[in-house]
């Protein structure tokens, strides 16, 4: 095993050339991320490498890339499509949650649709309108849809590999504020010595509480872990990796050792992926609970311009309220978190 | 003349449509190969071959790029005020300059204060100012101007404050304006939504007009009619099915609506040769809706194409498609790096058409534009761009409350519910300074 240090952003141009190295119908779909490279240059190189048959630029129409790659998936190919920011994924919507994602029953299984959508995805970088939308809930809310979204380097090298492996179609979420995340990576990783793309991972041990976070929060999670260790609590951090499905049996094992449960996420949170896990849990664990779970999420709201986007990203502090009223230690009106029933 | 498509190979799938173009009509970016012209426009030449080169691919043309004048009466007959030889006429084109110079003014301090960190982010408008200011020169008050974000220029004409064009990209604001005080929409960033919303803006215009609620203008002049709307879109927003639609359904209603485009060349890094084998003004066609392909350069032209397409649109004749053919002098934004998509000598060739040397050099020649005029024009962009920065360095962050505000336009419990929840957490942090001053809805989440 060689592993390099690569930035997150690397490692997923890493993976993408080991999948279009291994397997000669994978081809890459995309605004910009031909000469250009993509506008966070992940697949810089690759047209160079692999040639413009293979990493196309598209005309401007996400619907269009979308649908094409629909056709290209009944031809037997494998698109790995970008869109180039969360915000514009919607203009395919259609093509996505009408098409793409029940395409294979409605063919009764004849047609696979092996067609992997890389979205940049989340705030808290300052951006433009557009820029810094959480919409997984949407596509986890979608039957047909496995859906990712990775934390680290190496995750994001070896389960975009898995993705674009998968027969079904898998939305893979690339928090921005992590692209520039340097780790150890592994580009050339057996995927079967992998844990499995469905599977969370507990990041962190811990006995006191459950907190259950994925993508960028990961970092936020394993901060608050720190932090409330320093005042004698023990976190355990889960990273979901796959919203879809939701791995609830890792889920669930801790619960009922912790027996209190904090998720955190970006996305707003109405019908958002913490409603999801909560209420599993609370189907699973009910007896196991020492308090009402608590979410720790955006508020449902449009995401709010640059300058007061501190306002929607969750961070350390909205954590930490949370870990304290699940252990009864504030009062359950206010501060942060949902006010638990 | 350079060419769009780099030194990509040609088998590359993305590109088919340029080596398409190549052999259809020499171009598809409406630039000529020499500065001569056989046409019935003095302005320009057919480019490429003539078998498959049609007559509306070349650009209109009134300003060559020296600045010489050439004579058409089909569209000199929109330009009388700017024509005519009298003390207004210069006034008129004089203050056409000051605009545009102001406007590269502006453009250029805004590069400037995002590169200082007091913006987040800036789209430069370098290169297509003759498009923008010519385009908005022919607007009434009441027509109405559906943008997307570059339209800088056009925004400033409509009347909107310079410091208030920069709020959205300093990010403090959803919205720099009023859409209602300006009669022209919040720009739009998600690429060509807004035609459709032209469309129906337009079909709101029809029907106030049927229903008795307005009166079409009767002056007696040009502009007598009915209000119209603009739409503005990119040469790569014209690959989007919103776009498409926005054709199929102008046409359909016959509502009346200026689809402008700006083919400035790129999109991104993204070639206009990728989004269209043939000049994007053939699309109008295949619609049923009339196209005219101008210099965008050229502001006269502009100027005049758009009063006409205005009228048409006033007068019950329905949409029209305009293709400006400019040039996108700067990057995509201060984010983006063009030198890794576009050879500098793109650049050098677009700079011999500077639309901004291109009306001086005609006034200056014509004597309209003297060292004074110069000095003043000068002067005033000069001002312009300090009071820009003074007004933007001065604009202080919202209240963090104000994320609720304006979710709805009535109450509604969960946003009203998690304000209550936020300002809780906040003030939690009392003791530090943190200013949670709202200016207050109740709570609520709705409009204030
Ligand atoms: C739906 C959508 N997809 C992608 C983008 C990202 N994007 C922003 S500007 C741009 C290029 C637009 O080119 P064009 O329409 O020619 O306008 P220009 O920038 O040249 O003014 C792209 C791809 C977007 N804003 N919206
Ligand atoms: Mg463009």
Same mark, same amino acid.
């Given at each position: 095993m060689t592993t390099q240090t690569l930035t997150l952003a690397k490692a997923l141009g890493a993976g993408l050339r080991r999948a279009m190295t291994d397997d000669p119908t994978v081809m890459v779909l995309g605004e910009d991320i031909g000469r250009l490279g993509g506008v966070y240059r992940v697949t810089d190189g690759l047209q160079a490498e692999f040639g413009p048959r293979r990493v196309v630029d598209t005309p401007l129409a996400e619907s269009g890339i979308l649908g094409t790659a629909v056709g290209l998936a009944y031809r037997g190919y494998r698109p790995v499509v970008e869109i180039q920011f969360d915000g514009f994924v919607y203009v395919a919507f259609d093509q996505i949650v009408s098409q793409l994602a029940k395409m294979h029953a409605r063919t009764n299984g004849k047609v696979k649709l092996p067609v992997t959508i890389r979205i940049p995805v989340a705030g808290g970088i300052g951006a433009a309108e557009h820029h810094s939308e959480s919409p997984e809930a949407y596509f986890v809310h979608t039957a047909g849809l496995r859906v990712v979204s990775v934390s680290n380097p190496q995750d994001a090298s070896t389960v975009l590999r898995q993705a674009?492996?998968?027969?079904?179609?898998?939305?893979?979420?690339?928090?921005?504020?992590l692209y520039h995340v340097k780790g150890e990576v592994d580009a050339d990783l057996p995927l079967d010595d992998a844990p499995p793309m469905g599977t969370a991972r507990v990041v962190r041990p811990g006995d006191d509480v459950t907190l259950v976070t994925f993508g960028s929060h990961v970092a936020t999670a394993l901060d608050a872990a720190t932090a409330a260790s320093d005042e004698g609590v023990s976190v355990e951090v889960i990273d979901l990796r796959s919203l879809s499905p939701i791995d609830h049996d890792t889920i669930a094992a801790s619960v009922r050792r912790t027996g209190r449960l904090v998720v955190l996420h970006e996305g707003p949170r109405?019908?958002?992926v913490g409603a999801e896990i909560a209420t599993s849990v609370t189907e699973r664990c009910f007896d196991f609970l020492e308090a009402p779970p608590a979410r720790v999420t955006g508020y449902d709201i449009p995401y709010p311009p640059a300058k007061l986007e501190g306002n929607q990203v969750p961070d350390l502090d909205r954590v930490l309220v949370a870990v304290d009223r699940v252990l009864g230690r504030v009062p359950a009106s206010g501060a942060g978190v949902e006010v638990g029933a | 003349m350079p060419s769009t498509m780099g030194s990509t190979s040609r088998d590359d799938l993305s590109r088919a449509g340029a080596a398409r173009a190549e052999t259809a009509s020499g171009t598809t970016d409406g630039t000529t190969t020499d500065g001569t012209n056989g046409s019935t426009n003095p302005g320009t030449t057919a480019a490429g071959t003539a078998s498959t080169a049609r007559p509306g691919d070349i650009p209109l043309r009134l300003l060559d790029e020296k600045g010489v004048r050439h004579p058409d009466p089909a569209l000199d007959r929109w330009l009388t005020d700017v024509d005519a030889g009298t003390g207004d006429a210069r006034? &008129? %084109?004089? &203050? %056409?300059? +000051? +605009? =545009?110079?102001?406007a590269r003014r502006i453009d250029a301090e805004a590069t400037a204060l995002q590169r200082q960190g007091e913006l987040a982010l800036w789209p430069p408008l370098q290169g297509q100012e003759a498009a923008q200011v010519?385009?908005?020169a022919a607007l009434r008050t009441d027509d109405f101007v559906f943008s997307s974000y570059r339209e800088h220029a056009v925004a400033r004409k409509r009347g909107v404050a310079p410091v208030d064009l920069l709020r959205v990209w300093r990010g403090i604001t959803a919205s720099g304006w009023d859409p209602y005080a300006v009669n022209m929409a919040t720009p739009q960033v998600i690429i060509g939504a807004q035609a459709l919303h032209g469309v129906g803006y337009a079909l709101g215009?029809?029907?106030?007009?049927?229903?008795?609620?307005? +009166?079409?203008?009767?002056?007696?002049t040009d502009d007598d009619g009915t209000a119209a709307v603009v739409a503005y879109v990119g040469?790569?927003? =014209?690959?989007?099915?919103?776009?498409? +639609?926005?054709?199929v359904f102008a046409a359909t209603w016959q509502v009346p609506l200026v689809l402008f485009c700006q083919n400035n060349q790129w999109a991104i890094s993204e070639p206009v040769t990728l989004q269209s084998g043939v000049p994007l003004v053939r699309r109008a066609d295949g619609f049923g809706v009339p196209g005219v392909r101008v210099d965008g350069n050229d502001v006269l032209a502009v100027l005049a194409v758009t009063r006409e397409a205005l009228h048409r649109a006033r007068t019950g004749g329905g949409p029209t498609f305009v293709e400006a053919v400019t040039y996108r002098m700067g990057p995509h934004t201060t984010a983006d790096d063009p030198t890794r998509y576009r050879d500098a000598s793109e650049l050098d060739a677009w700079a011999e058409r500077d639309p901004v040397a291109?009306?001086?050099?005609? %006034?200056?020649?014509?004597? %309209?534009?003297?060292?004074d005029d110069e000095a003043r024009v000068r002067a005033a962009a000069d001002a312009v761009a300090a009071e820009l920065r003074a007004g933007v360095v001065a604009l202080e962050d919202p209240p963090p409350l104000s994320v609720f505000d304006h979710v709805y336009a009535g109450p509604h419990a969960t946003v009203a519910a998690e304000r209550a929840e936020h300002a809780a957490y906040l003030a939690g942090f009392a003791d530090t300074d943190t200013d949670i001053t709202t200016g207050g809805d109740a709570g609520q989440g709705a409009d204030r």
């Amino acid at each position: 095993m060689t592993t390099q240090t690569l930035t997150l952003a690397k490692a997923l141009g890493a993976g993408l050339r080991r999948a279009m190295t291994d397997d000669p119908t994978v081809m890459v779909l995309g605004e910009d991320i031909g000469r250009l490279g993509g506008v966070y240059r992940v697949t810089d190189g690759l047209q160079a490498e692999f040639g413009p048959r293979r990493v196309v630029d598209t005309p401007l129409a996400e619907s269009g890339i979308l649908g094409t790659a629909v056709g290209l998936a009944y031809r037997g190919y494998r698109p790995v499509v970008e869109i180039q920011f969360d915000g514009f994924v919607y203009v395919a919507f259609d093509q996505i949650v009408s098409q793409l994602a029940k395409m294979h029953a409605r063919t009764n299984g004849k047609v696979k649709l092996p067609v992997t959508i890389r979205i940049p995805v989340a705030g808290g970088i300052g951006a433009a309108e557009h820029h810094s939308e959480s919409p997984e809930a949407y596509f986890v809310h979608t039957a047909g849809l496995r859906v990712v979204s990775v934390s680290n380097p190496q995750d994001a090298s070896t389960v975009l590999r898995q993705a674009i492996a998968c027969d079904d179609p898998v939305v893979f979420f690339e928090p921005k504020r992590l692209y520039h995340v340097k780790g150890e990576v592994d580009a050339d990783l057996p995927l079967d010595d992998a844990p499995p793309m469905g599977t969370a991972r507990v990041v962190r041990p811990g006995d006191d509480v459950t907190l259950v976070t994925f993508g960028s929060h990961v970092a936020t999670a394993l901060d608050a872990a720190t932090a409330a260790s320093d005042e004698g609590v023990s976190v355990e951090v889960i990273d979901l990796r796959s919203l879809s499905p939701i791995d609830h049996d890792t889920i669930a094992a801790s619960v009922r050792r912790t027996g209190r449960l904090v998720v955190l996420h970006e996305g707003p949170r109405q019908a958002g992926v913490g409603a999801e896990i909560a209420t599993s849990v609370t189907e699973r664990c009910f007896d196991f609970l020492e308090a009402p779970p608590a979410r720790v999420t955006g508020y449902d709201i449009p995401y709010p311009p640059a300058k007061l986007e501190g306002n929607q990203v969750p961070d350390l502090d909205r954590v930490l309220v949370a870990v304290d009223r699940v252990l009864g230690r504030v009062p359950a009106s206010g501060a942060g978190v949902e006010v638990g029933a | 003349m350079p060419s769009t498509m780099g030194s990509t190979s040609r088998d590359d799938l993305s590109r088919a449509g340029a080596a398409r173009a190549e052999t259809a009509s020499g171009t598809t970016d409406g630039t000529t190969t020499d500065g001569t012209n056989g046409s019935t426009n003095p302005g320009t030449t057919a480019a490429g071959t003539a078998s498959t080169a049609r007559p509306g691919d070349i650009p209109l043309r009134l300003l060559d790029e020296k600045g010489v004048r050439h004579p058409d009466p089909a569209l000199d007959r929109w330009l009388t005020d700017v024509d005519a030889g009298t003390g207004d006429a210069r006034a &008129a %084109l004089l &203050a %056409l300059y +000051e +605009e =545009m110079v102001v406007a590269r003014r502006i453009d250029a301090e805004a590069t400037a204060l995002q590169r200082q960190g007091e913006l987040a982010l800036w789209p430069p408008l370098q290169g297509q100012e003759a498009a923008q200011v010519g385009s908005a020169a022919a607007l009434r008050t009441d027509d109405f101007v559906f943008s997307s974000y570059r339209e800088h220029a056009v925004a400033r004409k409509r009347g909107v404050a310079p410091v208030d064009l920069l709020r959205v990209w300093r990010g403090i604001t959803a919205s720099g304006w009023d859409p209602y005080a300006v009669n022209m929409a919040t720009p739009q960033v998600i690429i060509g939504a807004q035609a459709l919303h032209g469309v129906g803006y337009a079909l709101g215009i029809q029907a106030d007009v049927e229903r008795g609620v307005v +009166e079409p203008r009767q002056d007696g002049t040009d502009d007598d009619g009915t209000a119209a709307v603009v739409a503005y879109v990119g040469d790569g927003a =014209m690959s989007q099915g919103d776009v498409n +639609e926005a054709f199929v359904f102008a046409a359909t209603w016959q509502v009346p609506l200026v689809l402008f485009c700006q083919n400035n060349q790129w999109a991104i890094s993204e070639p206009v040769t990728l989004q269209s084998g043939v000049p994007l003004v053939r699309r109008a066609d295949g619609f049923g809706v009339p196209g005219v392909r101008v210099d965008g350069n050229d502001v006269l032209a502009v100027l005049a194409v758009t009063r006409e397409a205005l009228h048409r649109a006033r007068t019950g004749g329905g949409p029209t498609f305009v293709e400006a053919v400019t040039y996108r002098m700067g990057p995509h934004t201060t984010a983006d790096d063009p030198t890794r998509y576009r050879d500098a000598s793109e650049l050098d060739a677009w700079a011999e058409r500077d639309p901004v040397a291109r009306l001086a050099a005609y %006034l200056r020649a014509g004597g %309209l534009l003297t060292d004074d005029d110069e000095a003043r024009v000068r002067a005033a962009a000069d001002a312009v761009a300090a009071e820009l920065r003074a007004g933007v360095v001065a604009l202080e962050d919202p209240p963090p409350l104000s994320v609720f505000d304006h979710v709805y336009a009535g109450p509604h419990a969960t946003v009203a519910a998690e304000r209550a929840e936020h300002a809780a957490y906040l003030a939690g942090f009392a003791d530090t300074d943190t200013d949670i001053t709202t200016g207050g809805d109740a709570g609520q989440g709705a409009d204030r």
